[in-house]
């Protein structure tokens, strides 16, 4: 009887944890007494659900719960300071004020990513706080995941939480104006979540699942509770890219470019979703970068393979995106497309324009362009170079692997040019 209890609490740990963490956030104003009071919450449950059965509203048991013995600890601490006194005082007085059940419990996930994703907060600080308070993962995890010490993540959160309050930052969804301004802060840190797994940033791995399903996760969650375009656009996007993972690595661990992909492992119920949303996100005609380059993708998801594939609106789309939110990487990637429609030598003098300017000059996916393109030129000394040049600044190694094998592939050119 008591192992199937167990696996129940566990069962409804896993679904309701995170929910119930973010109302005990907005009651109790603290992010260190919430955490105390959640875990002192599942222990309450396993020690009476046994007897007494679990509550029809388990969630509602768990908070009120929490409350209850998040006060006793201030008491307990009010002992050696007086001062937790007058805070067990405000949380009963408030306690004793309300309805039976806690308001707002439904919209607090939607408070607590909004208050981790402030733009107060350090961009890094903003992830990490996301990933632990949001989604439940661990300090560990989340520091093997960016490949940072777990003493060197843990010192980051408690410095965003020691800066919410500190900065008095509002556990609250922002109205109007700054709604639209501080969701930026919001999908630009799920979207860095995303490109994260999607295409780490070092290390052996080219994929970390577990951060593109936390990505897609947190996405799914804001278009629930936050039903805007560009959020919408935002999940249509990482559907989008998410479909194609499982043909972008081979069975040996190497890189496999979207050309050389096999297009029948593409997840087509992914692609289907995604494409959905990028429509209802461009008919609302609010949409913003993350919809645009939802239908870059959609658009390459369509084709039976590259040769096939509409360059010429897939340019159209990074010329509108271009205009909504220019920089040299989306530069970059129209280069690419426009040497796909009107030939390689278009591409590679839009590319070299780019890297006479600058901003690109140390970013390894230029330089691995601009090698590919001079490769498909028959350029094989200047394509020699440039991937010398991408291999030094990349730092993964699936790309760093498929890198050496396209400088192999161009020493066996220059040998048999020299024969």
Same mark, same amino acid.
């Given at each position: 009887?008591?192992?199937?209890?167990?696996?129940? $609490?566990?069962? #409804?740990?896993?679904?309701?944890?995170?929910?119930?963490?973010?109302?005990?956030?907005?009651?109790?104003?603290?992010?260190?007494?919430?955490?105390?009071?959640?875990?002192?919450?599942?222990?309450?449950?396993?020690?009476?659900?046994?007897?007494?059965?679990?509550?029809?509203?388990?969630?509602?048991?768990?908070?009120?719960?929490?409350?209850?013995?998040?006060?006793? !600890?201030?008491?307990?601490?009010?002992?050696?300071?007086?001062?937790?006194?007058?805070?067990?005082?405000?949380?009963?007085?408030?306690?004793?004020?309300?309805?039976?059940?806690?308001?707002?419990?439904?919209?607090?996930?939607?408070?607590?990513?909004? *208050?981790?994703?402030?733009?107060?907060?350090?961009?890094?600080?903003?992830?990490?706080?996301?990933? @632990?308070?949001?989604?439940?993962? *661990?300090?560990?995890?989340?520091?093997?995941?960016?490949?940072?010490? *777990?003493?060197?993540?843990?010192? @980051? +959160?408690?410095?965003?939480?020691?800066?919410?309050?500190?900065?008095? +930052?509002?556990?609250?969804?922002?109205?109007?104006?700054?709604?639209?301004?501080?969701?930026?802060?919001?999908?630009?840190?799920?979207?860095? $979540?995303?490109?994260?797994? /999607? &295409?780490?940033?070092?290390?052996? =791995?080219? $994929?970390?699942?577990?951060?593109?399903?936390?990505?897609?996760?947190?996405?799914?969650?804001?278009?629930?509770?936050?039903?805007?375009?560009?959020?919408?656009?935002?999940?249509?996007?990482?559907?989008?890219?998410?479909?194609?993972? &499982?043909?972008?690595?081979?069975?040996?661990?190497?890189?496999?470019?979207?050309?050389?992909?096999?297009?029948?492992?593409?997840?087509?119920?992914?692609?289907?979703?995604?494409?959905?949303?990028?429509?209802?996100?461009?008919?609302?005609?609010?949409?913003?970068? /993350?919809?645009?380059?939802?239908? #870059?993708?959609?658009?390459?998801?369509?084709?039976?393979?590259?040769?096939?594939?509409?360059?010429?609106? #897939?340019?159209?789309? /990074?010329?509108?995106?271009?205009? !909504?939110?220019?920089?040299?990487? $989306?530069?970059?990637?129209?280069?690419?497309?426009?040497?796909?429609?009107?030939?390689?030598?278009?591409?590679?003098?839009?590319?070299?324009?780019?890297?006479?300017?600058?901003?690109?000059?140390?970013?390894?996916?230029?330089?691995?362009?601009?090698?590919?393109?001079?490769?498909?030129?028959?350029?094989?000394?200047?394509?020699?170079?440039?991937? =010398?040049?991408?291999?030094?600044?990349?730092?993964?190694?699936?790309?760093?692997?498929?890198?050496?094998?396209?400088?192999?592939? +161009?020493?066996?050119?220059?040998?048999?040019?020299?024969?």
């Amino acid at each position: 009887m008591m192992d199937s209890f167990s696996a129940r $609490i566990q069962e #409804i740990y896993q679904q309701e944890s995170r929910r119930v963490l973010a109302t005990l956030i907005r009651l109790l104003g603290s992010f260190e007494l919430a955490e105390e009071a959640l875990h002192d919450a599942f222990a309450a449950a396993m020690n009476q659900w046994p007897g007494e059965g679990v509550p029809d509203n388990p969630r509602a048991w768990l908070v009120s719960a929490g409350r209850f013995k998040a006060i006793d !600890q201030l008491r307990r601490k009010a002992r050696f300071d007086v001062s937790f006194e007058e805070v067990a005082d405000r949380l009963e007085a408030e306690l004793a004020c309300e309805d039976e059940e806690p308001q707002g419990i439904e919209d607090d996930r939607l408070r607590l990513i909004f *208050t981790c994703c402030h733009p107060g907060l350090a961009p890094e600080a903003q992830l990490a706080l996301t990933l @632990r308070e949001v989604c439940g993962l *661990t300090t560990e995890e989340i520091a093997s995941a960016f490949l940072t010490s *777990t003493p060197t993540l843990a010192q @980051r +959160i408690v410095r965003a939480k020691a800066k919410i309050r500190d900065a008095n +930052i509002p556990y609250a969804v922002p109205e109007g104006q700054e709604l639209q301004e501080r969701l930026a802060s919001v999908l630009h840190a799920i979207y860095l $979540i995303f490109n994260e797994g /999607y &295409s780490a940033s070092a290390g052996e =791995r080219l $994929i970390r699942q577990d951060l593109c399903g936390e990505a897609i996760r947190l996405a799914r969650l804001l278009c629930q509770l936050l039903p805007e375009p560009e959020a919408r656009g935002l999940l249509a996007l990482l559907l989008l890219q998410d479909a194609r993972r &499982s043909a972008r690595v081979s069975a040996d661990g190497n890189l496999v470019l979207l050309e050389d992909q096999d297009r029948s492992l593409w997840n087509r119920e992914q692609i289907q979703e995604g494409s959905n949303l990028v429509l209802q996100a461009l008919a609302s005609r609010r949409f913003g970068p /993350y919809t645009l380059q939802a239908a #870059i993708a959609a658009v390459h998801s369509e084709a039976d393979s590259t040769e096939t594939t509409d360059w010429p609106q #897939i340019v159209g789309l /990074y010329e509108a995106l271009l205009g !909504q939110s220019p920089s040299p990487v $989306i530069e970059l990637n129209r280069a690419v497309a426009v040497a796909m429609r009107d030939g390689p030598e278009r591409g590679l003098a839009l590319i070299d324009h780019l890297l006479a300017e600058g901003p690109l000059s140390d970013y390894h996916l230029a330089h691995a362009a601009r090698a590919d393109l001079l490769r498909r030129l028959g350029q094989n000394k200047q394509a020699h170079a440039a991937y =010398r040049r991408a291999l030094a600044l990349s730092q993964q190694g699936p790309e760093q692997r498929f890198l050496l094998r396209r400088l192999h592939e +161009i020493e066996t050119r220059l040998a048999t040019e020299k024969k």
